[in-house]
């Protein structure tokens, strides 16, 4: 029987910390929400975004200065 190929080690992931503020009502809400759901509040948050930025994370930004129409036109 041969010999099985040694696997690849995973490359780590890298996290990046990102602080919001919400109000007490809301804080108090997440809390129940997530507490009814058996939950934490970072899967909540995290599971309520992932839809919205699953397709952007190789998206080139084009950075491009848009001309008003009652710009005037000097050149």
């Known amino acids: 029987m041969p010999r099985k190929a040694a696997k ?15 109000t007490v009502r809301q804080k108090k809400s997440l809390m129940n929400f997530s507490k009814s759901r058996h939950t934490t509040p970072n899967k909540v948050i995290k599971k309520a975004i992932r839809p919205l930025l699953q397709n952007y994370a190789g998206m080139e930004v084009e950075n491009f200065s848009q001309v008003r129409v009652n710009q005037l036109e000097l050149f």
């Not at 690849?8 to 919400?22: D, G, L, S």
């Open 8 to 22: 690849k080690a995973r490359k780590p992931v890298k996290f990046k910390t990102i602080t919001i503020k919400v």
